[in-house]
T-cell receptor, first 116, second 109 residues
Framework: DTGVSQDPRHKITKRGQNVTFRCDPI?????LYWYRQTLGQGPEFLTY????????KSRLLSDRFSAERPKGSFSTLEIQRTEQGDSAMYLC??????????????FGSGTRLTVV | AQRVTQPEKLLSVFKGAPVELKCNYS??????LFWYVQYSRQRLQLLLR??SRESIKGFTADLNKGETSFHLKKPFAQDEDSAMYYC???????????FGTGTKLQVIP
């Protein structure tokens, strides 16, 4: 297990197109988070999964955004009808169960989205 | 609502000088605080957690509930400390982490 993997690393898309990103967390981590980071800002929370259940969504996550974690393993984040304002770094993080061994988030390298 | 404030976007210090990166938070519950670091071209990674009360790479941070602060300190800056530092607050039942806007630490040789 080499940590949290995100694919692709970079994505350039035309406005109006749909994009999908994938995150593979650390295998024993049951908690998975998606964040978005724009220039000069810290990461902003988008959504949270515990196993396959999506338990929290930010108001930042408009109807054009959807996330899944079908078998409690990898997760996908889809953005439909992309807009230029969606350009950002999309970060995935995973975390082990509460209690011993919970060392906070482990982040992936992120997917940089550019909408032209 | 929870909030994390890092007042400095950029902090420049000379090598060997002390470092203090400021962080203030607002949260009505019992806070759990972290410092994350991002070195150039690397992913965001955990530096330290207040619960552990540990020193990592010479950095320490003490939670001051009276001042609602969690400042990051190091007595002598080193070249390899140059990076982006984010203060973060764990909150809520799902342990969602709220990040500050970050402070870029630049160590001048």
């Amino acid at each position: 297990d080499t940590g949290v993997s995100q694919d692709p690393r970079h994505k350039i898309t035309k406005r109006g197109q749909n994009v999908t990103f994938r995150c593979d967390p650390i295998s024993e981590h049951n908690r998975l988070y998606w964040y978005r980071q724009t220039l000069g800002q810290g990461p902003e929370f988008l959504t949270y999964f515990q196993n396959e259940a999506q338990l929290e969504k930010s108001r930042l996550l408009s109807d054009r955004f959807s996330a899944e974690r079908p078998k409690g393993s990898f997760s996908t984040l889809e953005i439909q009808r992309t807009e230029q304002g969606d350009s950002a770094m999309y970060l995935c993080a995973s975390r082990g169960p509460k209690g011993r061994g919970d060392y906070g988030y482990t982040f992936g390298s992120g997917t940089r989205l550019t909408v032209v | 609502a929870q909030r994390v404030t890092q007042p400095e976007k950029l902090l420049s210090v000379f090598k060997g000088a002390p470092v203090e990166l400021k962080c203030n938070y607002s949260y009505s519950g019992s806070p759990e605080l972290f410092w994350y670091v991002q070195y150039s071209r690397q992913r965001l990674q955990l530096l330290l957690r207040h619960i552990s009360r540990e020193s990592i790479k010479g950095f320490t941070a003490d939670l001051n509930k009276g001042e609602t602060s969690f400042h990051l300190k190091k007595p002598f800056a080193q070249d390899e400390d140059s990076a982006m530092y984010y203060c973060a607050l764990n909150s809520g039942g799902y342990q969602k982490v709220t990040f500050g806007t970050g402070t870029k630490l630049q160590v001048i040789p």
